[in-house]
Structure formats: structure tokens, C-alpha cells
T-cell receptor
Framework: DAGVIQSPRHEVTEMGQEVTLRCKPISGHNSLFWYRQTMMRGLELLIYFNNNVPIDDSGMPEDRFSAKMPNASFSTLKIQPSEPRDSAVYFCASSRGLAVGLRDNEQFFGPGTRLTVL | QQQVKQSPQSLIVQKGGISIINCAYENTAFDYFPWYQQFPGKGPALLIA?????SEKKEGRFTISFNKSAKQFSLHIMDSQPGDSATYFC?????????????FGKGTHLIIQP
């Protein structure tokens, strides 16, 4: 299995531009997560899906952020308009189920997208 | 509010030495404590995890020590190797916790000097 695939790996954009990050979860995994990692705040859960349905988006910082999962093999995280403070590494992770700590529900992380907003 | 406090922020250990990373928590509802390892340019990966019904769990050179009364847990890396150089995150999950319950520490940047 190729693992969780994210694209692009690096994105540099200017303030005000729209940014779209993409994720392909591991085949057979029913849950998908979007995280943001910064030096100041560490790893933060932004939103997660189960069976393509958004379950909790309380971690999304602002209305400028939106996420979709149109099918079991693809998800996007969009920032519109982007701001310099959005600069971070964004990770997508997937798991078989939602209950962390149960056997077979380990979250597998992708390599991340490093976003720089100038 | 930082629910899981991790220290130190960075750590340098000589090859063959013992690396120790500490975490503390306040929420007594936490009942699952995983550690993640992250190499540069990669996402975090589950390394080892423990539940509070045991005080220690060992997998190879990696050991978690858990002190329920002190609400502290630590990761010990024995015979540390340069390949162990990475960022380590502790985390905690409350009982019955779903995906939103995974709370991470801020991370420890570990460097093993040859």
C-alpha cells in the first residue's frame, strides 16, 4: 500500500490567494483527518470525516477554511483567502475507524503539505 | 489550554545513551497514551502506546513508564542510535474518546550524536 498521499508537498502563495490541499487516504480506511502543525501550537486537529461525512469541524480556525470529501478516496482542504498566519505544515491522516486506541484504528499520517503564504 | 505538557523541547544525547522524554496531564479521564515519532519531511507515526492499567510497556529499545498517581508518563529510549534522531510527541485520549480526543504534546526534538 502506498500510504496516505498528499499533494502538493510544498505550496508557496501570496496573501489573498486560494489554496487547495489534496489527500488520498489508505484504501479501506473509513476515517480521514486534517491536522495543522506549527511550532507555536504543535499539532492541531482541524476536521475529520467518517464514511465521507464531516463529523467535527470545530478545529477549523475560521470560515476561510473548508474541507470536503466527495468520495472515499479523496479529500480537499481549501483556504480562501489565504493569510500569512496560515503558513504551516498540513497533514492528512486516515484510519479504519474513529475510536483512537482500539486495535486497528491507528491513524496513519501522510507526508504533509508545507504551506507558505507570503 | 495545554492538556498535555511535554518536556524537554529539545534533547541531545550521545550514541549509546538513554533518552528520556516526559509528559504530564491533568485530565483524569485520559486512559490511552500513545507516543509518535516524526522524521523530517514525514508525518508522525505511532511508536508505542500504553494504558494506565500497567506501569510500564517495553517494545525493543523503547519503554513507556506510567505513573498514574502523578499523572505523568515518559518515553525511554535505551542504547540511543543516530537513527532515533527525530521529533517525538506524546499524546493522550480520554476513555471512549473518538478522533477529536487525541491531544498531542508540543513535541521534543531529539538529536543523537554519533
Amino acid at each position: 500500500d502506498a500510504g496516505v498521499i498528499q499533494s502538493p508537498r510544498h505550496e508557496v502563495t501570496e496573501m489573498g490567494q486560494e489554496v487547495t490541499l489534496r489527500c488520498k487516504p489508505i484504501s479501506g480506511h473509513n476515517s480521514l483527518f486534517w491536522y495543522r502543525q506549527t511550532m507555536m501550537r504543535g499539532l492541531e486537529l482541524l476536521i475529520y470525516f467518517n464514511n465521507n461525512v464531516p463529523i467535527d469541524d470545530s478545529g477549523m480556525p475560521e470560515d476561510r477554511f473548508s474541507a470536503k470529501m466527495p468520495n472515499a478516496s479523496f479529500s480537499t482542504l481549501k483556504i480562501q483567502p489565504s493569510e500569512p498566519r496560515d503558513s504551516a505544515v498540513y497533514f492528512c491522516a486516515s484510519s479504519r475507524g474513529l475510536a483512537v486506541g482500539l486495535r486497528d484504528n491507528e491513524q496513519f499520517f501522510g507526508p504533509g503539505t508545507r504551506l507558505t503564504v507570503l | 489550554q495545554q492538556q498535555v505538557k511535554q518536556s524537554p523541547q529539545s534533547l541531545i544525547v550521545q550514541k549509546g545513551g538513554i533518552s528520556i522524554i516526559n509528559c504530564a496531564y491533568e485530565n483524569t479521564a485520559f486512559d490511552y497514551f500513545p507516543w509518535y515519532q516524526q522524521f523530517p519531511g514525514k508525518g508522525p507515526a505511532l511508536l508505542i502506546a500504553i494504558r494506565p492499567d500497567v506501569s510500564e510497556k517495553k517494545e525493543g529499545r523503547f519503554t513507556i513508564s506510567f505513573n498514574k498517581s502523578a499523572k505523568q508518563f515518559s518515553l525511554h529510549i535505551m542504547d540511543s542510535q543516530p537513527g532515533d534522531s527525530a521529533t517525538y510527541f506524546c499524546a493522550a485520549v480520554p476513555s471512549g474518546g473518538g478522533a477529536d480526543g487525541l491531544t498531542f504534546g508540543k513535541g521534543t526534538h531529539l538529536i543523537i550524536q554519533p
